[in-house]
Nanobody, 115 residues
Framework: QVQLVESGGGLVQAGGSLRLSCAAS????????MGWYRQAPGKQRELVAT???????VYADSVKGRFTASRDYAKDTLYLQMNSLKPEDTAVYYC?????????WGQGTQVTVSS
């Protein structure tokens, strides 16, 4: 029922910026926790940022000060503004939602940062 579709990935040089979007459809509630994760080849998927039911955002230390996550509750859309990108940020970025204890993932969008 719930679907998440990411967009905005691409190739960017180090120091550049990208803005990712995640459009949600289906039964989404404002109190559902939504977030961004990323996974590099051969690596474990890791949390990038999450927005909880209190509309508070938690960031991974590696992106703090560079990335900004936000959510448009009226549009059920999650965003990730990525600035000062580093090659270490290269990964597939996934949007997810914790919906009543069930985690739903988007298809992912590739972000590649060249040195």
């Amino acid at each position: 029922q719930v679907q998440l579709v990411e967009s905005g990935g691409g190739l960017v040089q180090a120091g550049g910026s990208l803005r990712l979007s995640c459009a949600a459809s289906g039964s989404i509630f404002n109190f559902n926790i939504m977030g961004w994760y990323r996974q590099a080849p051969g690596k474990q998927r890791e949390l990038v940022a999450t927005i909880n039911s209190a509309r508070s955002t938690v960031y991974a230390d590696s992106v703090k000060g560079r990335f900004t996550a936000s959510r448009d509750y009226a549009k059920d859309t999650l965003y990730l503004q990525m600035n000062s990108l580093k090659p270490e940020d290269t990964a597939v970025y996934y949007c997810n939602i914790n919906r009543f204890g069930v985690v739903i993932w988007g298809q992912g969008t590739q972000v590649t940062v060249s040195s």
